[in-house]
């Protein structure tokens, strides 16, 4: 992580929020982009200097699109484009494109030395939207840089989202106000957060980490127990920074968009994608989908766009073949449902549709999880054409896939509304309220535990 998390919360953010309460407003964006660029250079100071050539590019770019019109307009849009998908596209795939070209071509070309800047992806799909959106002119010129240079570092969203379009950013950034019950409205969600992170997905890791590493030939309940296991963890490792950031903006007077709405509810793979990574789901549809004609075109058209956009969005995750393979699978999916499933899906039972969705989802994350190839087939393989494995004798002797699987009754109970439902019903009996505030206490007092007793607690979405 860029800062410890222990050093995080108990030295970096008391800091800040003590400076940004007592600075004035006009002082505060100031203030926070400061912090912002502080927590970004902590982990890496190189890469803050191309941060910051990106917010000066395109803070040039936005003035001189907004002051042309036509094709002069258009070519500025292009080149500011290039630009910027160039530079991510360097950091993160130019070994990828060089270890292909010397597997087709048998050639020998040297790997850029050069490290994944932590967030890029994140922060270069913030720069687009706003210049996207300027161009498009749903949205002013920002002439005032410490604003931009606030939008693009903010540091609760800054290296692993949600993605924060400029036009949900642009009055905040003039306007927002902060409240004593924002601010606790903010802890909260972010001890939730740090609680979904923590004590579930660290915890449910074990069996995925167990399962495939030790043997990924291991036998077909155990491989399917993995997969349960890594489906769960993704995602309260990944909605659980999405929570902590939207806490940290609450606390901080912004409002971020929801990034996940129980997606292991869904009814089918589309409906999945309504509730997964929502930021990078309608980031793709909003600039990439609609633009090629979205779904009012013919049935090859739509198939074509489905594919480019789910390519895109496999690469996005990662410069690998898995990811390409991943995002491609759902691109198929996605394609048969919307031609072929769709009034078929609506006339089945809803746990029926559960049951589909799922199916597909756990092996999608199989395959996104997987890197070599040759290893994936096997899992696959395995998972499909039963092999015996003493599956007791296994759990009993690991202490790791214990630990797991107690987690996974949590991970399973509060990755459905249920709980949390029954608790906004009700957040108006004092009752409520107070057991709420115990057990928000008792989720930070033994998270904190656990960050002191596991030293390592990478975000798995800090890769991409």
């Not at 002051?67 to 993160?92: A, P």
């Not at 971020?256 to 509810?265: D, H, Q």
């Not at 206490?441 to 979405?461: A, E, G, M, R, W």
């Amino acid at each position: 992580m860029v800062f410890s998390s222990f050093s995080f919360i108990f030295v970096f953010l008391p800091i800040v929020l003590a400076i940004y309460f007592l600075v004035k407003d006009k002082y505060k964006n100031i203030c926070i982009c400061i912090a912002s660029l502080i927590f970004y250079a902590w982990g890496e100071p190189k890469n803050i200097i191309l941060m910051l050539l990106s917010v000066l590019v395109n803070y040039w770019f936005a003035i001189y699109i907004g002051k042309q019109e036509g094709k002069k307009k258009k070519l500025l849009l292009v080149l500011d484009i290039i630009f910027n998908i160039g530079i991510m596209g360097f950091f993160k795939y130019a070994n990828f494109i060089i270890n292909n070209m010397n597997a087709v071509f048998s050639t020998n070309i040297e790997n850029v030395k050069a490290s994944l800047p932590i967030g890029i992806s994140f922060y270069t799909f913030q720069i687009l939207s706003y210049i996207i959106d300027v161009y498009r002119g749903k949205v002013k010129v920002q002439k005032n840089i410490i604003k931009l240079c606030t939008y693009v570092a903010l540091f609760p969203r800054l290296v692993q989202g949600p993605i924060v379009r400029y036009e949900d950013a642009e009055y905040q950034l003039e306007h927002r106000k902060e409240s004593f019950d924002k601010f606790i409205a903010g802890l909260k969600r972010f001890i939730y957060g740090l609680g979904k992170k923590v004590l579930i997905a660290n915890n449910v890791a074990f069996i995925t980490q167990t399962i495939y590493q030790t043997n990924p030939t291991n036998g077909t309940i155990l491989l399917w127990l993995g997969a349960i296991a890594y489906t769960l963890q993704i995602y309260f490792d990944f909605s659980g920074y999405s929570d902590m950031a939207i806490g940290l903006g609450k606390m901080f007077g912004f409002d971020f968009m929801e990034n996940f709405n129980y997606p292991y509810i869904a009814k089918s793979i589309t409906d999945f994608w309504r509730r997964w990574h929502i930021s990078l789901s309608t980031w793709f549809r909003d600039y990439v989908y609609i633009p090629l004609g979205g779904n009012r075109v013919s049935k090859i058209k739509l198939v074509r766009n489905l594919f480019i956009v789910w390519a895109l969005t496999g690469l996005w995750h990662g410069a690998n073949w898995n990811f390409i393979i991943w995002g491609i699978y759902y691109a198929i999916l996605l394609i048969i449902e919307k031609l072929v499933l769709n009034k078929v899906i609506e006339k089945l039972p809803n746990v029926v549709k559960h049951i589909y969705a799922l199916f597909f989802i756990v092996i999608g994350w199989v395959i996104f999880r997987t890197e070599d190839l040759s290893q994936l087939m096997l899992i696959l393989k395995n998972m499909f054409i039963y092999t015996p494995a003493n599956v007791i004798e296994y759990i009993l002797s690991s202490w790791n896939v214990k630990i797991g699987l107690l987690f996974m009754i949590p991970a399973i109970l509060f990755s459905v509304p249920f709980f949390m439902d029954k608790m906004k019903k009700n957040e108006n009996k004092n009752s409520i309220y107070i057991l709420n505030n115990v057990i928000v206490c008792c989720i930070f007092v033994l998270s904190i535990v656990q960050l002191l007793i596991q030293t390592y607690n990478p975000f798995i979405y800090f890769n991409f």
